[in-house]
């Protein structure tokens, strides 16, 4: 099944050096694709560094707990399956 996609045509306001980036980047007549473009990639890699932060926050907030549960699971390890001296 095919999305259909809507276009609204809007007035924005670039400063002259964003605009001759654009026009130098884009292909001639596609300047409205080349911003659209723009705008999903830039909002794309602002959720990945907001989900990076958020992964880094939590891991950090459970580090503590996270060497608890390794120091107590490796003992356990360390009964039922002593490591072998070479």
């Known amino acids: 099944m095919e999305r259909r996609v809507f276009y609204r045509r809007i ?10 980036i654009v026009d130098r980047v884009a292909a001639r007549g ?3 694709r080349f911003i659209a473009e723009a705008i999903k990639h830039y909002a794309a890699e602002t959720r990945r560094a907001k989900l990076r932060k958020r ?7 459970r ?4 060497r608890s549960v390794m120091a ?3 003992g356990i390890e360390e009964e039922v399956r002593p490591r072998q001296r070479k």
């Not at 007035?11 to 001759?20: C, G, K, V």
């Not at 580090?63 to 996270?66: C, I, S, T, V």
């Open 11 to 20: 007035n924005i306001t670039l400063p002259e050096t964003a605009l001759r």
């Open 30 to 32: 596609n300047r409205s």
């Open 72 to 74: 107590e699971w490796f």
């Open 55 to 61: 992964v880094k926050a939590g891991a950090i907030r």
């Open 63 to 66: 580090a503590a707990r996270d």
